[in-house]
């Protein structure tokens, strides 16, 4: 059994270095400089300056040590999380982060893994708004193609635009950086239907990215004197940003037979 793990995995690195290039598609999104690899040193770079405060939700350390806070040097760290544990400095539900932190005191907002586990992540980038100072960043890593994980609380996975649609315009946002991360090759499975055994699945990526600027506060319903997610609806808000026609695809549909 060993000998065969050790053929099947020279079989797997020669096959993938013959079609990994191909599973990628070239229209697809990368993150300029806030990625998996390279994020948190932009945030270092960037913001770990006196006077400056870095807050991160979902810091409980549970995989290891917390990559942010063990190189920050000299802005001021603040850690929460919904549960108690080593690196987190306040115990609060993301959904209620107001609550807990000062309004428009914070001046990076940092979150990786987190954003697929909040039941209503509209209402986690609302808090977001509310705490960040105005000029203040907000940097969102979370997946995209990954397993169901961390069960029942694993809700939503989202692309680029998707965290877009979360920080958009209306809630003070400019978009500074953002993208897809991380390459997966992928297929069907022998178990699943017949049409689709062995189908190749092109252009997965693991991890979706989102940097955002707090330009101003966030824009209330007049009406109702609160922040109205219909009124960011991006079909709304920009005539040109409708829908995309789609025809039959005969070539797709083929594919799927």
Known sequence: ??????????????????????????????????????????????????????????????????????????????????????????????????????????????????????????????????????????????AFNFKSHERPWNFFHMTDLGLKALFNEYLGFETIDSGLDIPIRGRFSLLGPKYLRMKEVYGLMSMSYFVGEKKSEMKKDENENKFNWKNANPMLTDESNKYPSTSDNLEEREYFQ
């Not at 050790?6 to 599973?23: C, H, M, Q, S, V």
């Not at 990628?24 to 999104?29: F, S, T, Y």
Request: charged letters at 25%; one cysteine or more; aromatic letters at 10%.
């Open 1 to 142: 059994m060993f000998l065969l793990g050790k053929i099947r995995n020279a079989y797997l690195y020669l096959e993938g270095l013959t079609f990994d290039k191909r599973a990628q598609l070239k229209e697809l999104p990368r993150p300029k400089f806030f990625d998996h690899e390279n994020g948190v040193n932009w945030i270092l770079e960037n913001f770990d300056k006196e006077n400056l405060t870095i807050l991160e939700i979902g810091a409980k350390e549970v995989t290891g040590t917390s990559v942010i806070k063990s190189k920050i040097i000299n802005a001021k760290y603040i850690g929460t999380d919904i549960a108690p544990g080593r690196n987190v400095d306040i115990v609060c539900d993301a959904h209620e982060l107001s609550k807990f932190i000062s309004i428009n005191s914070i001046d990076l907002i940092y979150s990786t893994s987190v954003f697929e586990h909040l039941y209503a992540p509209w209402l986690v980038a609302e808090e977001i708004s509310k705490v960040l100072k105005v000029g203040g960043f907000v940097c969102i890593e979370t």
